[in-house]
């Protein structure tokens, strides 16, 4: 499980923390965006069934629905979504300075990645280049909606399965029950250790 200390988001439904996922793909540069929409509406909805919060940035930035708001306040909106997230999920198939801007920071800040290109689409090799050599980062490809669900389950899967950021990149700001017990311990540990020193202290004392 992960045992990353950070960021949480505490899920409504049960009460336990749980890691956020930003959903990152063309919404300007989509050729429909009406079904742009509803595709990362089904990537959102693949991170919450294997237990992720969902960001979708349309619901509070969209270019048509929220034509008003002001190029400031969208980028101030996202980059804090952005760097609150423990988990990018990113359409990488049609070219988006949005999405290449949010993959950049996710780099920099060492947040983990997962692309997804379908048939239809190709990533830039930039973008490309920067999935591949990022150790917390993964490119996937799918064949269809279908096997879209799939893969990025599966991954998604595999990033809650790991069980430290010392041993493998995970998304940053999750704690588990299983984290707490390995604290609980570690904190016992100390706690007799440093009796015992105590102890050698008052018997080695000229006062004792």
Known sequence: ??????????SRSTGRPR????????????????????????????????????YLPHQRTDPV???????????SRDLEAVEAADLIVAYVG?????VGAELGIA????????????????????????????????????????????????????FMRRPSPDEAPVPNGVETSD??????TQDADVSGLEKEVEAIQRRSSPMA
């Open 179 to 184: 984290c707490a017990g390995d604290q609980g």
């Open 1 to 10: 499980m992960l045992c990353n200390s950070g960021r949480t988001m505490i």
């Open 19 to 54: 890691a956020i996922a930003y959903i990152s793909g063309p919404l300007q540069a989509a050729d429909d965006i009406v079904r742009a929409r509803e595709f990362y509406e089904l990537l959102a909805e693949v991170c919450r069934d294997c237990g992720l919060e969902a």
């Open 107 to 158: 780099h920099e800040r060492k947040i983990p990645v997962v692309g997804l290109c379908g048939p239809e689409g190709v990533a830039s090799r930039f973008i490309e280049g920067l999935l591949l050599s990022a150790p917390e980062a993964r490119l996937l490809r799918y064949r269809d909606v279908d096997d879209c669900r799939r893969v990025l389950a599966d991954q998604l899967r595999s």
């Open 94 to 98: 049609a070219p988006s300075s949005g």
């Open 65 to 75: 629905k929220h034509v008003h708001a002001s190029p400031h306040a969208v980028f």
